[in-house]
């Protein structure tokens, strides 16, 4: 998988808790994007980063943060988790815009 | 709003056959289009893209056939084979790097 990690692999939350997921590359790639798959709706891009501290929202990054102070991880959070937003979170990577992205192995999150 | 539409949502082809999935943007701006191959369990895998300087790139059994007037991509699967069952993914980004994906297609190659 490109030198991508994932973690957790998988996770049960309840309402109303705080999650953090978190993606680690060792490929120096400078962009990296989280995706929510979901059964009839693709891949949905969250919130992506085009640089240390440098990102910006995709199109269904409502209840989402993120964070990267290294080039190497980028943090998703859902400060309160919901029952929506159980899902499989993909993180991927690429060198620049444009270029092939290398997605991770997921994540399967459930919030009950 | 849909940017990229994804037809059929599953198809089945006997091996041998030919697999034909098809897409379809909006947005004028998306200049790298491709295809992504996911297996259960696993995260998608480029397989095959294309930029709207040419009309067909191939690779392989798999080949992209791309009409800039018509806003259309399509992915081709010759002489296909059990061990292309999955789920295959279209895409289209701009140079910003923001990819949209399609919805995605479930092939299953019965042999």
């Known amino acids: 998988d490109a030198g991508i990690t994932q973690s957790p692999r998988h996770k049960v939350t309840e309402t109303g808790t705080p999650v953090t997921l978190r993606c680690h590359q060792t490929?120096?790639?400078?962009?990296m994007y989280w995706y929510r798959q979901d059964p009839g709706h693709g891949l949905r891009l969250i919130h992506y980063?085009?640089?240390?501290?440098?990102?910006d929202k995709g199109e269904v990054s409502d209840g989402y943060s993120v964070s990267r102070s290294k080039t190497e991880d980028f943090l998703l959070t859902l400060e309160s988790a919901t029952s929506s937003q159980t899902s499989v979170y993909f993180c991927?990577?690429?060198?620049?815009?444009?270029?092939?992205?290398?997605f991770g192995p997921g994540t399967r999150l459930t919030v009950l | 709003q849909q940017q990229v539409k994804q037809s059929p949502q599953s198809l089945i082809v006997q091996k041998g056959g030919i697999s034909i999935i098809n897409c379809a943007y909006e947005n004028t701006a998306f200049d790298y289009f491709p295809w992504y191959q996911q297996f259960p369990g696993k995260g998608p895998a480029l397989l095959i893209a294309?930029?709207?300087?040419?009309s067909e790139k191939k690779e392989g059994r798999f080949t992209i056939s791309f009409n800039k007037s018509a806003k259309q991509f399509s992915l081709h699967i010759m002489d296909s084979q059990p061990g292309d069952s999955a789920t295959y993914f279209c895409a289209a980004s701009r140079n910003a790097g923001k990819s949209t994906f399609g919805d995605g297609t479930t092939l299953t190659v019965k042999p």
């Open positions: 980063s085009y640089g240390v501290k440098d990102t």
């Open positions: 991927a990577i690429s060198g620049g815009p444009g270029d092939e992205q290398f």
């Open positions: 294309i930029r709207p300087d040419v």
């Open positions: 490929e120096n790639h400078r962009y």
